[in-house]
């Protein structure tokens, strides 16, 4: 059971995607796991075949729970990868962390909506008591020749996000972070002058379905800073700093009702504006339907957060751990400039800095500030 968020210490295994036997490759979706941000779809990181489930559907269990045994593929030719004995995991059994709650698959609470079957009323015969399709086709057909009452339209499925979890989830990770993280503050007016003239000239030579948002920029530009204060791009376990080589972007998006994710674009600094920009769209798509990748929440080594549509002059963000950085910018308007010593309109942006003071000061974090601002001075080499 991966761990997707600073509290979050248990998850329920909703549906298998992949089963005994079947071929898995690193970065495929082999399950489902309701967690306090919503469904989100587990990815393996081996490649190899699936020996054995251990964790079955309808199953709470802690983080760190084994829920399956990968036979991994073999290293080299001629050279055998070693087995996992089938006894070495005995298969878990943890009734639901949060009371008791009635399992039913994801297929079952489809069909009972398109049905009009009330789940309270089907007897699950599936693992650990689990509704099945079956069953909940059984218990359509049984109303249908009269053996038992007609019921009240079933309630509608339910959403792959749960904003009132999530908000809770978010209090207990800020208060942790208010807690445990001793944080410094800074604050960088920037020029955006060149930057959305370029997009501008750019936006014209792409189609519609490919132009880009000012704010990829800015996300390509927190990339590039970070490998020149790298110190920023790292994640605080334990009691020590563990920096990271990879540079992946979290971004903070809102949800509707009121709830917030920050999942992450990978390799943000890697990528060409182009992809990046279609990478961000698909992100913000799924984390707003709830169709989340395992990976996207467990890798982010910054975040940044923008509250410009807002209309918000800047914002000053609260560390997500175990990060030790956050990024955020305000809203671009145009404001008088001192440009070669003459006063015009510019349109300008502030970005702050929020950062873990046990990692790096207020130096470094101003040096990272500068490097943003000069490479969106340069925003066609970006």
Do not use: C
């Not at 796991?33 to 990181?45: N, Q, R, S």
């Not at 702050?352 to 500030?369: E, I, M, P, Q």
């Amino acid at each position: 059971m991966p761990i997707l968020g600073a509290d979050m210490i248990a998850g329920t295994l909703i549906a298998w995607r992949k089963q005994p036997g079947d071929r898995v490759a690193r970065g495929d979706v082999i399950a489902e796991v309701e967690t306090e941000k919503g469904l989100i779809d587990v990815e393996v990181f081996a490649s190899g075949v699936i020996e054995r489930i251990v964790v079955q559907p309808g199953a709470t269990v802690p983080t760190g729970t084994v829920l399956a045994l990968i036979r991994e593929d073999a290293p080299a030719p001629g050279v055998a990868a070693p087995a996992v004995p089938a006894a070495a995991v005995e298969p878990v059994r943890v009734g639901p962390v949060r009371g008791e709650r009635q399992r039913v698959s994801p297929l079952a609470r489809k069909i009972a909506l398109q049905f009009g079957v009330d789940l309270a009323t089907v007897r699950g015969t599936g693992p650990g008591g689990t509704v099945t399709r079956e069953d909940v086709e059984r218990a359509a057909a049984e109303r249908r020749a009269g053996l038992v009452p007609e019921t009240a339209p079933a309630a509608p499925a339910r959403p792959r996000v749960d904003v009132a979890r999530m908000r809770q989830t978010i209090a207990a990770a800020m208060a942790r972070s208010k807690r445990e993280i001793p944080h410094y503050y800074l604050a960088h007016t920037v020029d955006l002058h060149r930057a959305l003239a370029w997009l501008t000239e750019e936006n014209a030579r792409r189609p519609v379905t490919d132009r880009l948002l000012y704010g990829v920029l800015l996300l390509k530009a927190v990339a590039l800073a970070l490998r020149e204060v790298p110190e920023l791009n790292a994640v605080w376990r334990g009691d020590r700093v563990e920096p990271r080589a990879a540079v992946h972007v979290g971004v903070a998006i809102s949800i509707r009702g009121g709830g917030l994710v920050a999942p992450a674009l990978h390799d943000t600094d890697r990528q060409p504006l182009g992809d990046l920009m279609r990478a961000f769209r698909d992100l913000v798509q799924r984390a707003r339907s709830g169709g989340l990748r395992s990976s996207e929440l467990s890798d982010p080594t910054i975040t940044v957060t923008s509250l410009g549509e807002q209309g918000v002059e800047s914002v000053h963000g609260i560390v997500y751990p175990p990060q030790v950085a956050i990024v955020g910018f305000g809203r671009v308007a145009d404001r008088p400039w001192v440009v070669e010593g003459t006063v015009i309109p510019r349109p300008l942006v502030t970005a702050t800095l929020s950062a873990d003071h046990r990692v790096s000061d207020g130096h470094r974090g101003g040096l990272f500030l500068a490097a943003v601002e000069r490479l969106l001075q340069s925003p066609e080499r970006l």
